[in-house]
């Protein structure tokens, strides 16, 4: 996925059912990536793992998981942006706690400042 520090107005908006790469295809055995499951411009941006997407359409549940981004009003000038990421059952329990202990951490550290990296390009354009 590239590194973004602004932002590009040339770049469209996803629909549901388009994929989203976090890396080249060519690289991870072209797993790097998920589905836009939910989009509403200026509300909520769910993605899910593409077999899942395959699930949704045929009206069952996701079950490996999701990651969104939504929007919540506080007023009529702020917003909450609000991260929730959804996973899967792990295979075991060994798996968990390594996925607990180290996993989620990193996670929450990536994430945290790639969201505060989004509040500062929202904040400074206008």
Do not use: C, N
């Not at 994929?19 to 998920?34: C, E, L």
């Not at 000038?77 to 959804?86: E, G, K, S, V």
């Amino acid at each position: 996925m590239p590194k973004v520090e602004h932002l590009v107005p040339e770049w469209t908006a996803w629909s549901d059912g388009e994929t989203v790469w976090f890396g080249t295809p060519k690289r991870f055995q072209g797993q790097a990536s998920m589905v836009a499951a939910m989009v509403e411009p200026q509300r909520a941006f769910i993605m899910v793992s593409p077999p899942d997407w395959q699930k949704l359409e045929a009206g069952a549940r996701g079950e490996i998981g999701s990651w969104g981004f939504v929007l919540v009003p506080i007023d009529a000038t702020y917003a909450r942006l609000m991260a929730r990421l959804r996973g899967g059952r792990s295979p075991s329990l060994w798996s968990r706690v390594v996925g607990v202990s180290f996993g989620e951490r990193l996670h929450f550290v990536m994430e945290r400042k790639m969201l505060l990296s989004i509040q500062r390009l929202s904040e400074t354009t206008s």
